[in-house]
């Protein structure tokens, strides 16, 4: 089974088994419907599509962020659309450097499925190999009503991360763009800059040129400031929750398991006036 990410061949490999499940998250914050447009023109053979803001978001309130957490119900509603069980293996993929991806295999793994993986380098490597793609929307499974939950574990709120951040028993990484982790440009948030004491581990810097993931000694060698005689225990944020869990599955990837996710990120840490902002 996979658990973190899977390259083209070996997906190919395994393209018609019975328990394999894949999804396709292509999605463009600019263009929302652009993801789903190219999946219809076509995808993964199999794939079903998964959107970012209709599946794995709920609507935004006043302090939640740009991608808060699905409802637990809604979600489980969600994943029950396909049949899935703890047997399943389940492949995620998307065309914009495994952020998307990231963000449902981040969630599978919050609600206890352990056989789900990205697809490394997306679907630009697949097309590139040349392996099967259709246009055939596949048939949903619906075939059991599971309840999930979320492993609240994994999860910290604004106001438990300002209580943290005053115990000084946190390292924050932020996974954005160093210019907008600098606050030297900000093109959608309302406020510009990081949290105070946070570090800056941009996503982007787990991969090579190509879009694959670097080796797991490269990948290891870049977190282990953060966790070599390091205590304190990690929270990983960016801009609204989703780019941050490419840094969560690197981690994993290399031998780190620490899932914590900050949801709201730093769209809900620059929405309350009170929060104090660091800039430069």
């Known amino acids: 089974m996979y658990t973190t990410i899977i390259s083209a061949e070996n997906l190919n490999s395994i393209i018609d088994e019975k328990n394999l499940i894949i999804f396709d998250s292509r999605f463009d914050l600019l263009n929302k419907n652009l993801g789903l447009q190219n999946y219809q023109k076509?995808?993964?053979?199999?794939a079903h599509y998964v959107d970012?803001?209709?599946?794995?978001?709920?609507?935004?309130?006043?302090?939640?962020?740009?991608?808060?957490?699905?409802?637990?119900?809604?979600?489980?509603?969600?994943?029950?659309?396909f049949n899935i069980t703890d047997n399943s293996q389940i492949i995620i993929y998307d065309d914009n450097n495994g952020s998307m991806s990231a963000r449902m295999w981040w969630m599978l793994k919050l609600v206890g499925l352990k056989n789900c993986a990205v697809l490394d380098?997306?679907?630009?490597?697949?097309?590139?190999?040349?392996?099967?793609?259709?246009?055939?929307?596949?048939?949903?499974?619906?075939?059991?009503?599971?309840?999930?939950?979320?492993?609240?574990?994994?999860?910290?709120?604004?106001?438990?991360?300002?209580?943290?951040?005053?115990?000084?028993?946190?390292?924050?990484?932020?996974?954005?763009?160093?210019?907008?982790?600098?606050?030297?440009?900000?093109?959608?948030?309302k406020k510009a800059g990081h949290i105070p004491g946070a570090f800056n581990m941009p996503f982007k810097n787990n991969l090579k040129s190509d879009g694959k993931f670097k080796s797991k000694s490269e990948i290891k060698n870049n977190f282990s400031k953060f966790f070599d005689g390091n205590s304190k225990q990690i929270i990983n944020m960016c801009g609204s929750g989703v780019t941050a869990c490419h840094n969560v599955l690197a981690m994993e990837y290399c031998g780190y398991e620490e899932r914590v996710l900050y949801v709201g990120s730093w769209s809900a840490w620059s929405s309350h006036e009170e929060n104090k902002i660091e800039s430069k």
Do not use: M
Request: hydrophobic letters at 30%.
């Open 42 to 46: 076509k995808h993964i053979k199999n």
């Open 52 to 81: 970012l803001e209709v599946d794995l978001s709920q609507k935004i309130s006043s302090f939640s962020g740009r991608h808060p957490l699905p409802n637990i119900k809604n979600f489980s509603k969600f994943l029950n659309n």
């Open 121 to 189: 380098g997306g679907f630009k490597i697949w097309l590139k190999n040349k392996y099967p793609v259709d246009n055939i929307v596949p048939t949903k499974e619906k075939l059991r009503n599971r309840v999930y939950s979320y492993r609240t574990e994994y999860i910290i709120t604004t106001d438990e991360l300002r209580e943290k951040i005053k115990s000084q028993s946190i390292c924050i990484i932020d996974a954005r763009d160093k210019e907008r982790f600098l606050g030297t440009e900000e093109p959608i948030d």
